[in-house]
Structures are given as C-alpha cells and as structure tokens.
C-alpha cells in the first residue's frame, strides 16, 4: 500500500486519482492482498496432495517442482499482480494525447499459430471471467458505472480495474516467470479462481458501498457486503479434489 501510495503522489495533477477513488483502491488492495495470501496458503497443500496422487515419478516430480517453484516466487507473484491493480487506478486519470487506441487485431491465422499450452491458458481464463460476470454482473456494473462519474477515461466493465479480466490478466502477468507446465499452470489458475475471484462479491460490495457512501451516485442500489464471519477458506482438501476431478474428465 504504501509503494502504491508513494506511485499516486508523484503523479501529475492533471492525472491524480480522485480523492474519492483513494480509499476505495486501497480497501480493494487490503481485500485482493488476504486473497492471494489465502491462495498461497492452501497451494503448497493442493500440490502435495495432487504429487501423492500421481500416477507417474515424472508427474510427481512436476507437482513437486512447482511447489518449490511458488514458494520462492510467492512473494514476487503477490507484489507483482497487487501493484499491477494500483497502477491500473493511477492510470484512470491519466489520457495520453496525440495517441490512437491500439487495436489488437485477431485472424485465423494468429489463432493457428497458437501453441496447445496457450489455448488451454485462454480458454481457462475465459471461463473464469465468464463465471464472475454471470454471479457479479449487476455490482460490477454498477462500480464501473461509478467510476465513470469521477474519471476521465471511459471505462466498461472489461476495462475496469477490478473487473475479473483486468485481475486476470494482472495475476497472469504476475505468474508470468513461473517454470511450471501447463497442467500445473491451470491448478494454480483454478486456485486463483476458488480464493480471489469467488471473493469479488465481496470486494464488489464493499466498493460500491465506499463510493456511495461519498455520494457518488448513491441511488444505484446493490447487495451490501457479506459478514466477515463468512468469508470462508474451504480446506484444501476439497479444493484438490474438485481440481482432480476436472483433471480426470
């Protein structure tokens, strides 16, 4: 928090994130922080259990090399993917002039030269965007909504900083140095989707609430956020084998 507070400061004024918008960044840091530490909590776990299931030395070995893998990185993935989301409020005021939006430009071709790995990683990644926008669409609706009120750039729920496709690209990005193959790489994401993202509702709530609590478009109504007592952290246990057995369909 305090090296993304130090970031804000040293913006221009023309580009500063408004004082309204502060508070609700740093509550949506502080919520994003204990899910990732509760992600990396249950990971060393969920990959011990899947190592002692394999069916194969090699196999067991990859789990195991992951293991090690995150626990060195753990602390570079959580900075990393947590200063990706403040850097996307300090962005929210700040226009470039004088550049076109770049287009990113999709054909067949660029589709077939996708590896298998890759295609798996999107295809992964839009199911779990999917699943946020269908449980959440009304309250993120309604904080991009807001967020248009007191920003320069215009924003749709795609592009809003904590939106499930702006967190995923962030933690992908933040994942990015990981040397782990690709099945491994999808148990990591299913754990990113079981502790962070199922617990935008939250993080929704508590956003729109702050916002309309300083009187930014107060009318829009949404559910308030859940009790602290029900944020529950499911044993990792169950996490594996909901993950085993996608992995065996």
Request: aromatic residues 6%.
């Amino acid at each position: 928090l305090s090296s993304i507070a130090s970031e804000q400061s040293g913006t221009s004024a023309g580009g500063r994130l408004p004082v309204a918008l502060i508070p609700v960044r740093d509550k949506a840091v502080l919520l994003l922080k204990q899910s990732m530490q509760a992600l990396f909590d249950n990971a060393d776990d969920t990959l011990f259990q899947m190592a002692d299931r394999a069916s194969s030395n090699g196999e067991q070995n990859a789990f195991f090399e992951a293991m090690r893998d995150l626990r060195l990185k753990r602390k570079g993935i959580e900075g990393g993917f947590l200063e990706l989301v403040g850097g996307r409020f300090t962005a929210l005021n700040q226009v470039e002039i004088g550049k076109a939006p770049m287009l990113e430009s999709i054909s067949f071709a660029n589709l077939s030269l996708m590896n298998t790995d890759a295609l798996e990683e999107s295809v992964a990644v839009d199911a779990m965007v999917a699943k946020v926008m269908n449980q959440n669409s009304l309250a993120l609706g309604h904080l991009t909504t807001r967020l248009n009120a007191l920003v320069s750039k215009k924003l749709d729920d795609k592009s809003n900083p904590l939106g499930p496709v702006a967190l995923c690209e962030g933690f992908l990005s933040a994942c990015s140095g990981l040397g782990v193959e690709i099945r491994v790489k999808l148990i990591i994401f299913k754990l990113f989707e079981k502790y962070v993202l199922s617990q935008l509702e939250d993080l929704y709530a508590h956003t729109n609430q702050l916002l309309a609590a300083a009187g930014v478009l107060p009318d829009l109504k949404s559910a308030a956020p859940r009790k602290p007592a029900q944020r529950s952290r499911a044993p990792s246990s169950h996490a594996d084998e909901a993950f085993a057995g996608e992995m065996n369909e």
